[in-house]
């Protein structure tokens, strides 16, 4: 069965910094798009960055030059280095990915979330 497991949030200072990891997991044969996205409470999920298989990043504009997302592909693992938070980067953050398993079934996988928050 695969799934996607996230790991790294927690409390962190204004200005301080965290690094997500979620790993992919289970009878996998490809993996598209990796992506991040959170929700906070109250609003809607929005995606925060994004990175292909052969390592093309996209970001929301809130995010540039704060966060960096990277993959390791032998670990099916993706990132996000999260710099210089601000208050409002406290949300749930969520990992999904297209994934094709071993009995060519493709669907969107989503992780369960993991809580960060920022606050002094």
């Known amino acids: 069965q695969v799934q996607l497991v996230e790991s790294g949030g927690g409390l962190v200072q204004p200005g301080g910094s965290l690094k997500l990891s979620c790993a992919a997991s289970?009878?996998?044969?490809?993996?598209?798009?990796m992506g991040w996205s959170r929700q906070a409470p109250g609003k809607e999920r929005r995606l925060v960055a994004a990175?292909?298989?052969?390592?093309?990043?996209n970001y929301a504009d809130s995010v540039k030059g704060r966060f960096t997302i990277s993959r390791d592909n032998a670990k099916n693992t993706v990132y996000l280095q999260m710099n210089s938070l601000k208050p409002e980067d406290t949300a749930v953050y969520y990992c999904?990915?297209?994934?094709?398993?071993?009995?060519?079934?493709?669907?969107?996988?989503w992780g369960q979330g993991t809580q960060v928050t920022v606050s002094s």
């Open positions: 289970g009878s996998i044969r490809n993996i598209g798009t």
């Open positions: 990175i292909t298989g052969g390592g093309s990043t």
């Open positions: 999904n990915a297209p994934i094709v398993d071993s009995s060519y079934s493709a669907r969107t996988y």
